[in-house]
């Protein structure tokens, strides 16, 4: 079954602290993959996407993510966390080649930074 | 700015009314939209596509006669909640596909139903 998961419910790191949020996906093939981020009272946006080529991916305000197709896994990094950077943050993955509305998703990181 | 609403962010009804939730595209035409539902602590799950102009398509386990879509314009999908109980209090979020095929979400509507 396809499924996407993130070990970590919730980290706390403090400011300027480097970060990484994991995320594992069970896929037939190699899905498109992406990042999202949801402040309170806003709608999710996306931080990057993979869908092929090189596998470390660069993406919004200092993300980065790289896919390691042997561990099947697309772990999220930021090298200095800021206090805005305090969100959920979601793992997805869609069909490739598909469109990318039809999206699995993880259950979300909250992270919270310490100041 | 935002691309993607949600009227209303919250609404409280009671057990057995119907609720309606908008989801408006902003900034472009959207023949294609989405609908999630998040439980707390849960992922978003995706409840159905709304195609407009033609009826919309339902996930597996999802009552479409409990969840009325509605794709009435190109940029105006509405999901009523009809005959509302407790259980279907939870997280109610739209997606907009965008002309890129890349996917914008609305900023979500809490439903509480007492």
């Known amino acids: 079954a396809q499924s996407v998961t993130q070990p970590d419910i919730h980290i706390t790191v403090s400011e300027g602290a480097s970060l990484e949020l994991r995320c594992n996906y069970s896929?037939?093939?190699?899905?498109?993959l992406f990042w999202y981020v949801q402040s309170p009272g806003q709608g999710l946006q996306l931080l990057l996407k993979y869908f092929s080529g090189d596998t470390l991916v660069q993406g919004i305000k200092g993300f980065e993510a790289e896919f390691k197709r042997s561990q099947s896994s697309f772990n999220l990094r930021k090298p200095s966390v800021h206090w805005s950077d305090a969100a959920e943050y979601f793992c997805?993955?869609?069909?490739?080649?598909?469109?990318?509305?039809?999206?699995?998703f993880g259950k979300g990181t909250k992270l919270s930074v310490k100041p | 700015g935002a691309v993607v609403s949600q009227h209303p962010s919250w609404v409280i009804c009671k057990s057995g009314t119907s609720v309606k939730i908008e989801c408006r595209s902003l900034?472009?035409?959207?023949?294609?939209m989405f609908w999630y539902r998040q439980f707390p602590k849960q992922s978003l799950m995706l409840m159905a596509t709304?195609?407009?102009?033609?009826?919309?398509?339902?996930e597996q386990g999802v009552e479409k006669d409990k969840f009325l879509i509605n794709h009435a314009s190109l940029t105006l999908s509405t999901l009523t909640v009809t005959s509302a109980h407790p259980e279907d209090s939870s997280f109610y979020i739209c997606s907009v596909v965008g002309p890129r095929d890349e996917q914008y979400f609305g900023p979500g509507t809490r439903l509480t139903v007492t």
């Open positions: 900034d472009f035409q959207a023949t294609t």
């Open positions: 997805a993955v869609g069909a490739p080649g598909g469109s990318q509305g039809n999206l699995i």
């Open positions: 709304s195609n407009e102009g033609s009826k919309a398509t339902y």
């Open positions: 896929y037939g093939a190699t899905p498109y």
